[in-house]
């Protein structure tokens, strides 16, 4: 089905230990980004990219670093996981000036003990 | 710093109740949107509104933007066990699309 992958579904770190969230969409979208969502907190974007080879920060940056070499492709990474960054990431989608607004991945729950 | 603030936080009602969720911001917003979250899921749009006093419905679910793009208000009618879930507003401010999610209204219908 069209959309937006994420991989791993779950996932459970060491403190220190570092990974890659992978997220895959077959849109042709230019846009994409990463949220992380906590309880009573909503989503919180972490990067985002307007096109390939672009990134930006978002609102909760540290720690974090993505790379999007590829159109279809935006990659997160935790370079040494620290038990702050337990929580349920979401990849999105979006086309500008599109009135569909985003589509987002299933999530990938982190746990970092 | 959480632009929107969405009350009530938690909803618990009866098949057939109506209701009403608030998204609030100090902000102005250039659109706003409603998504639908269900467990294990990403959230799903429900409505774009982008001009002020704009109301939709879809189905029993109306929307509305405030006149001064700041706030926004979703009314549920006759409430059903299928529209639990955690509603999300979100709003963008320039051309890049980023979304400021609110807090999430979770409600639950019980039959």
């Known amino acids: 089905n069209a959309g937006v992958t994420q991989t791993p579904k779950f996932r459970v770190l060491k403190t220190g230990q570092s990974m890659t969230l992978l997220c895959a969409q077959d849109m042709n979208h230019e846009y994409m980004y990463w949220y992380r969502q906590d309880p009573g907190m909503g989503l919180r974007l972490i990067h985002y990219?307007?096109?390939?080879?672009?990134?930006a920060k978002g609102e909760v940056p540290d720690g974090y670093n993505v790379s999007r070499l590829k159109k279809q492709n935006f990659l997160l990474g935790l370079e040494s996981a620290a038990p702050s960054q337990t929580s349920v990431y979401f990849c999105?989608?979006?086309?500008?000036?599109?009135?569909?607004?985003?589509?987002f991945g299933s999530g990938t729950r982190l746990t970092v003990v | 710093t959480q632009l929107l603030e969405q009350s009530p936080q938690f909803l618990s009602i009866q098949e057939g109740e109506n209701l009403t969720v608030y998204c609030n911001s100090s902000s102005v917003f250039s659109s706003l949107q409603w998504y639908r979250q269900e467990p294990g899921e990403g959230p799903v749009l429900l409505v774009t509104?982008?001009?002020?006093?704009e109301v939709k419905k879809l189905k029993r679910l109306t929307f509305q933007f405030g006149d001064a793009r700041k706030d926004s208000s979703l009314h549920i009618t006759a409430a059903q066990p299928g529209d639990t879930g955690l509603y999300l507003c979100?709003?963008?401010?320039?051309?890049?699309?980023?979304?400021?999610f609110g807090t999430g209204t979770r409600l639950l219908v019980s039959p």
């Open positions: 509104v982008v001009t002020g006093g």
């Open positions: 979100a709003g963008t401010k320039d051309s890049f699309q980023k979304l400021v």
């Open positions: 999105a989608s979006s086309y500008p000036g599109s009135p569909y607004g985003y589509t």
């Open positions: 990219s307007v096109g390939e080879g672009t990134t």
